[in-house]
């Protein structure tokens, strides 16, 4: 069974850092893409960054592009996200997802999804 378990989430100042964590069973972390989308209230899902298998190759959405870095640790079967410089912009509810595509950067790109984070960004 597919599963995917986020972590770290929470409510910080702008400015702040933080570091989400997912979990994900081995055979959802061999996929070619793994990806962190988020969805902010009253708005559409989206895409933030993604990570393909060897973790040589990354993609960001331009509005996270030098404050977020996605990473993984492939033996241990845990995809990060580090968060530096947080604006009251980047509040929403994170979403660690996989997809089986090598060029995955839409929300219907991703076919299992974790149950979420919450992160807050206060001005």
């Known amino acids: 069974q597919v599963q995917l378990v986020e972590s770290g989430g929470g409510v910080v100042q702008a400015g702040d850092s933080l570091r989400l964590s997912c979990a994900a069973s081995?055979?959802?972390?061999?996929?070619?893409?793994m990806g962190w989308l988020r969805q902010a209230p009253g708005k559409e899902r989206e895409f933030v960054a993604a990570?393909?298998?060897?973790?040589?190759?990354?993609k960001y959405a331009d509005s996270v592009k030098g404050r977020f870095t996605i990473s993984r640790e492939n033996a241990k079967n845990i995809l990060y996200l580090q968060m530096n410089s947080l604006k009251p912009e980047d509040t929403a509810v994170y979403y660690c997802?996989?997809?089986?595509?090598?060029?995955?950067?839409?929300?219907?790109?991703?076919?299992?999804w974790g149950q979420g984070t919450q992160v807050t960004v206060s001005s």
């Open positions: 081995g055979r959802t972390f061999s996929g070619p893409t």
């Open positions: 997802a996989a997809s089986n595509r090598y060029d995955a950067t839409w929300p219907a790109d991703f076919g299992s």
């Open positions: 990570i393909s298998r060897s973790g040589h190759i990354t």
